[in-house]
């Protein structure tokens, strides 16, 4: 079965700084989807990046981009130029590729990231 | 945008009532999740729907049943609750295509006293 760990449940971060968020995921498939998704302290949950796991290109969504190393089964978000609006809970999550129409998510435990004025 | 709204934000039950969660979906989505989100736990999942009158249990279905008679709308349903299900539920949908990605409501906090 798929697994998905993020070993740190807070992080701070100033803001204008960058901060690293990190997520390793355990699969035997080659072929896969990662994803990090934000919710804020409203709740509602969006998604903040996805990447491919057969593109060798790190995914970047402005401000956001992620370190995705494959052999090491390493998805990292990094956020630049923190900003207020960027305290949230975030979740890393992965899908496997080929699962047809009812393949699901599994997300890991969340980060929850707070940034200091 | 895709609009998922989940009919109640905050409720307060007793112990063995049955309760109702619903989500409706605006975009005519085939896939419809319900995750329960727990601190220290993440959000697992627990059940799916992949089309209309088709569920598939997910991780942690005992206690739970769901109901889609209608695409549009998908709900969970505790036949009778107990305090360890008091937690947030979030309700998602998708589309077929194997590509998208989760969209998701804002959240139901259950509460069983």
């Known amino acids: 079965a798929q697994t998905v760990t993020q070993s740190q449940p807070e992080m701070s971060v100033q803001e204008a700084e960058t901060v690293t968020l990190s997520c390793t995921y355990d699969?035997?498939?080659?072929?896969?989807?990662l994803f990090w998704y934000k919710q804020p302290p409203s709740r509602q949950m969006i998604l903040v990046i996805r990447q491919e796991a057969y593109k060798q290109q790190n995914a970047t969504e402005n401000r956001f981009s992620v370190n995705f190393q494959k052999a090491a089964k390493s998805f990292s978000l990094k956020i630049s130029d923190s900003q207020l609006g960027d305290a949230a809970m975030y979740f890393c999550?992965?899908?496997?590729?080929?699962?047809?129409?009812?393949?699901?998510?599994?997300f890991g435990k969340g980060i929850t990231l707070s940034v200091r004025p | 945008d895709v609009k998922v709204t989940q009919s109640s934000r905050y409720l307060v039950k007793r112990t063995g009532e049955k309760v109702f969660l619903e989500c409706v979906q605006d975009m005519d989505h085939e896939n419809m999740f319900w995750y329960r989100q727990d601190p220290g736990l993440g959000l697992r999942l627990i059940y799916f729907s992949y089309d209309v009158k088709m569920k598939e249990k997910g991780d942690i279905p005992e206690g739970y049943s769901v109901s889609r008679e209608k695409k549009e709308r998908f709900s969970l349903i505790l036949e009778s609750a107990s305090t360890n299900q008091t937690s947030m539920y979030l309700c998602?949908?998708?589309?077929?295509?194997?590509?998208?990605?989760?969209?998701f409501g804002a959240g139901s906090r259950l509460t069983v006293l």
């Open positions: 999550a992965y899908r496997r590729l080929y699962t047809g129409a009812n393949s699901k998510l599994t």
């Open positions: 699969t035997s498939e080659s072929d896969y989807y």
């Open positions: 998602a949908s998708r589309d077929r295509a194997w590509a998208n990605v989760l969209t």
